[in-house]
């Protein structure tokens, strides 16, 4: 086991040890670093896609919370309308007390105008009376004078009947007076204003609950104002929080990013070493698939099937009414004639494989398998899942499976199945060229 050597400078001998065991297993190696890699990407990937939703949530909150402070702003704008308008209000009711204490000023005066007009009236009742004793005696006299009397007798009851109707037309107007007197009396009472006594009118008494009430309505809007202040302040740091924490996520994202990047590179590095893996089968069967929808593709172009600017036709056409939006192309109808072939059989060669799907390189997708070809039902939740036809997957795996010109590309990502679920996957993807041009990809996806 040990050999002897002489070393030139002393007579010592040196031992040098041979390996005791042989080196492990390098292909069980790379396996288990394949396993190993494909777990950790398995993780990166939920890891990532949980981090994603939560991203996504923090948003919307954020819209939410910038919508409440928004809407704070608006309540206090109001606040100080009716702040504003409240104390045109006081000064309103004060202008209105004013101009009532005026018109209480002008009903005493005409209450001493009523006096006085009764009191003409009192003094027209007396004369008429007295102008009726004086007919009456008058009318006696011509009696006694005969013949001689009887023109001034009709003179004098003509007198008489006057002053009668005078006197009734003065006590009329004098009771006239005295209920207005008593209206007006009572109506000055009413608006007068008595700062020094408890027993206010009704009129007061209307414009102090009236006072009352805008004086209240100018406190609570002060109050609510004062509320919405605070809670203003409160919304700016919530929102300042929330911007800080979005960030964070967008940082914690993009690490994601990197971390599954290296299980993706260490599990191409794996395939690309020769030693077959987990992988190795659906990464050939992307690769061979990729070449076949090549070849049918030249052919189709060969043969005149299609011209050149049709198969790489990219303006896409909405489809109205659909959601998810839904788009065609001038290459739809060959790709719905030609692909389901490969793509299909693919598809049924082993369970784990979810889908087989030929797309171009903005990831427009113009036949899926047959599973997922159905027609929308208006449904978002089941349309996301099951009609994922003539769609733009332009998200990162769909684009870089769309996009890469490698031999191949392995990637782990979840999958939006619609309505919150989601499905996690590896996906192997092969370009699709056609007469040396890359016109997509083939993507292959399956499960763990």
């Known amino acids: 086991m040990f050999q002897v050597f002489r070393s030139t400078r002393d007579t010592q001998p040196v031992v040098a040890a041979e390996p005791v065991a042989a080196q492990p297993d390098l292909r069980a190696a790379v396996q288990s670093i394949s396993k190993q890699a494909s777990t950790m990407g398995r993780e990166v990937a939920e890891v990532r896609g949980q981090l994603d939703d939560t991203a996504k949530g923090a948003a919307r909150q954020a819209q939410a919370v910038a919508a409440l402070a928004e809407q704070l702003k608006s309540i206090t704008r109001a606040q100080d309308d009716i702040s504003g308008v409240t104390s045109g209000s006081i000064g309103a009711v004060g202008r209105a007390r004013q101009a009532v204490e005026g018109i209480g000023s002008e009903v005493s005066g005409i209450v001493d105008t009523l006096h006085q007009v009764a009191d003409a009236a009192g003094q027209i009742t007396q004369i008429a009376l007295q102008t009726r004793l004086v007919a009456f005696n008058a009318s006696v006299e011509a009696k006694r004078a005969g013949d001689a009397g009887r023109g001034f007798g009709v003179v004098a009851d003509a007198v008489k009947d006057l002053a009668g109707k005078v006197e009734s037309s003065s006590k009329a107007i004098m009771s006239t007076v005295g209920e207005l ?58 929102e300042a929080e929330m911007r800080q924490n979005t960030r964070a996520l967008d940082s914690a994202l993009v690490r994601s990013e990197s971390f599954l990047k290296v299980s993706e590179h260490l599990i191409e590095l794996v395939a690309e070493c020769g030693i077959e893996t987990e992988d190795t089968p659906f990464i050939q069967a992307a690769k061979e698939a990729a070449a076949q929808i090549s070849k049918l593709l030249e052919d189709a172009l060969r043969t005149g099937t299609i011209s050149a600017t049709d198969l790489f036709d990219e303006n896409y056409r909405s489809m109205a009414g659909t959601n998810p939006a839904q788009h065609t192309t001038r290459f739809v109808e060959l790709a719905d004639r030609l692909f389901p072939q490969v793509q299909e059989r693919v598809l049924g060669s082993s369970p784990k494989i979810v889908f087989c799907i030929s797309v171009d390189r903005n990831g427009y997708v113009a036949t899926h398998n047959k599973a997922y070809c159905n027609p929308q039902r208006g449904d978002v939740a089941w349309d996301t899942a099951h009609s994922r036809y003539r769609r733009i997957f332009s998200d990162r795996t769909g684009l870089a499976s769309a996009r890469n010109q490698r031999p191949f590309l392995l990637q782990t990502y979840r999958r939006d199945m619609g309505g919150g679920k989601f499905v996690l996957l590896k996906e192997a993807a092969a370009p699709i060229t056609v007469n040396g041009k890359h016109w997509g990809g083939l993507r292959l996806a399956f499960n763990f």
């Open 181 to 238: 007197d008593k209206r007006i009396e009572a109506l000055s009472r009413e608006i007068k204003s008595r700062p020094n006594e408890a027993d206010q009118g009704a009129f007061q008494r209307a414009l102090a609950e009236l006072e009352g009430g805008v004086a209240s309505i100018t406190a609570a809007a002060e109050q609510s104002r004062n509320i919405c202040e605070g809670l203003n302040g409160q919304m700016s740091s919530i």
